[in-house]
């Protein structure tokens, strides 16, 4: 298990564009493999490649019903309207209330360059919506309604 550092707030890298992938190379592959190790590892729903200091438009996510790995992710189609809070690896400890779609559906590809197609609802469209902004240098924070709050983990692992 190969975990990679995961850069916090302020760090430049988080705030510019990540570029396409081409093509899938075993280093690539390496970096997905190490996200799914760095998200679990920090109990995370979701990383976006810039949280490990890669701009690169990847992203890993699993709210619970598995790993999903998505390679130059596009939002098709969304809907509806979820409040609620959210957070991010990038700032540990936080949580905000944060308006997103309660339907996104992505268009991706895979670790093998194959055409993925992901519906999501809830927590999954919150996550897709989360992440991918990760990949235009975009971090929730600036969309939170009043305040940041810390958050106990314990706590909320309990909720859920
Ligand atoms: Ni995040």
Redesign the pocket.
């Known amino acids: 298990m190969a975990l990679r550092t995961i850069r916090l707030e302020g760090d430049p890298v988080l705030y510019k564009t990540s570029r396409p992938v081409k093509e899938m190379t075993p280093r690539l592959r390496e970096l997905i493999v190490d996200m799914l190790d760095t998200m679990y590892e920090a109990s995370g729903v979701g990383l976006a490649a810039p949280?490990v200091g890669i701009l690169k438009r990847i992203v890993t996510i699993d709210v619970g019903d598995g790993p999903i790995v998505l390679v130059n992710p596009e939002i098709v189609e969304s809907s509806g309207e979820q409040v609620g809070d959210e957070g991010?690896?990038?700032v540990p400890g936080m949580a905000g209330q944060v308006t997103r779609p309660n339907y996104v559906k992505v268009k991706a590809l895979d670790i093998h360059m194959d055409e993925v197609e992901y519906e999501g609802e809830g927590l999954l469209a919150r996550a897709f919506c989360?992440e991918l902004d990760?990949l235009e240098g975009k971090m929730?924070t600036d969309l939170v309604e009043g305040e940041l709050h810390q958050v106990n983990y314990d706590e909320e692992e309990e909720e859920e």
């Open positions: 949280q991010c690896l990038s989360h990760h929730y």
